[in-house]
T-cell receptor, first 113, second 114 residues
Framework: DAKTTQPPSMDCAEGRAANLPCNHS???????VYWYRQIHSQGPQYIIH???NNETNEMASLIITEDRKSSTLILPHATLRDTAVYYC??????????????FGSGTQLTVLP | DAGVIQSPRHEVTEMGQEVTLRCKPI?????LFWYRQTMMRGLELLIY????????DSGMPEDRFSAKMPNASFSTLKIQPSEPRDSAVYFC????????????FGPGTRLTVL
C-alpha cells in the first residue's frame, strides 16, 4: 500500500470548516483514498473514500488533486464531537487478497469552543 | 443493527494467565479482522478471516496468540500465557461481502496484564 503523510495535529474553531491534508505521492492507479477517524476510547469509524473524483457524504467531503498525489478531508462545520484522530489510508479497493487497513499515525484534530 | 459486539470491554489479569477476547461481527458480514492498538505501535492488524477461514495471520505476534472463527457469527482471540507487554486495546472489525471495503469496528477490549 502507498504510504501517507499527515500533520500530527491541527486545531479548528467550532463551527468553522476543518481541512485535513494528506500526502500520498506514491499512490498507484488502482488505489483508493480512505478516511477513518477514531474518537477517544472508541473504535475507528469510516468517514469517506474516493478514487479520483471529489466525493461528499453526510459526514464530510473529500477533495483529491488531479495528479492524485494528495487529498483533503473537509468537515464543513466542525463541532466539539469531531475532536478525534483522523487517518488517511491508501489501498486497493475490493482486493480479495488484501482487505486489511494499514493505519499510520493520523492527525489529531482538536475542535476548540 | 447492533454493530460489532466485543466482550469483555475491560479485562485485567495477571501475567501467565490465559485471556480470551470475543467478537460478534455484524450479521451478514463475511470478513472479520482483529487489530491491536498501543501507544507505541498504534493500530496494527493481527489476523483476518474471510468466510471463517484465516487469510492473513502475519501480524500475530507469536505462538502465544491464537484466533479462531468457528462460525460466521463468532470469533475469539486467545493469549496464553499473557504477558505485561500484551496490554493494549484489541479491536474487532467486520466487512460485508466483496462489494465494499468499509470496515465496521467494535468498541474494543482494553486488556491490562499485571
Amino acid at each position: 500500500d502507498a504510504k501517507t503523510t499527515q500533520p500530527p495535529s491541527m486545531d479548528c474553531a467550532e463551527g468553522r470548516a476543518a481541512n485535513l491534508p494528506c500526502n500520498h505521492s506514491t499512490i498507484s492507479g488502482n488505489e483508493y483514498v480512505y478516511w477513518y477517524r477514531q474518537i477517544h476510547s472508541q473504535g475507528p469509524q469510516y468517514i469517506i473514500h474516493g478514487l479520483k473524483n471529489n466525493e461528499t457524504n453526510e459526514m464530510a467531503s473529500l477533495i483529491i488533486t488531479e495528479d492524485r498525489k494528495s487529498s483533503t478531508l473537509i468537515l464543513p462545520h466542525a463541532t466539539l464531537r469531531d475532536t478525534a484522530v483522523y487517518y488517511c489510508i491508501v489501498r486497493p479497493a475490493l482486493s480479495s487478497s488484501a482487505r486489511q487497513l494499514t493505519f499510520g499515525s493520523g492527525t489529531q484534530l482538536t475542535v476548540l469552543p | 443493527d447492533a454493530g460489532v459486539i466485543q466482550s469483555p470491554r475491560h479485562e485485567v489479569t495477571e501475567m501467565g494467565q490465559e485471556v480470551t477476547l470475543r467478537c460478534k461481527p455484524i450479521s451478514g458480514h463475511n470478513s472479520l479482522f482483529w487489530y491491536r492498538q498501543t501507544m507505541m505501535r498504534g493500530l496494527e492488524l493481527l489476523i483476518y478471516f474471510n468466510n471463517n477461514v484465516p487469510i492473513d495471520d502475519s501480524g500475530m505476534p507469536e505462538d502465544r496468540f491464537s484466533a479462531k472463527m468457528p462460525n460466521a457469527s463468532f470469533s475469539t482471540l486467545k493469549i496464553q500465557p499473557s504477558e505485561p507487554r500484551d496490554s493494549a486495546v484489541y479491536f474487532c472489525a467486520s466487512i460485508s461481502g466483496l462489494r465494499t471495503d468499509t470496515q465496521y469496528f467494535g468498541p474494543g477490549t482494553r486488556l491490562t496484564v499485571l
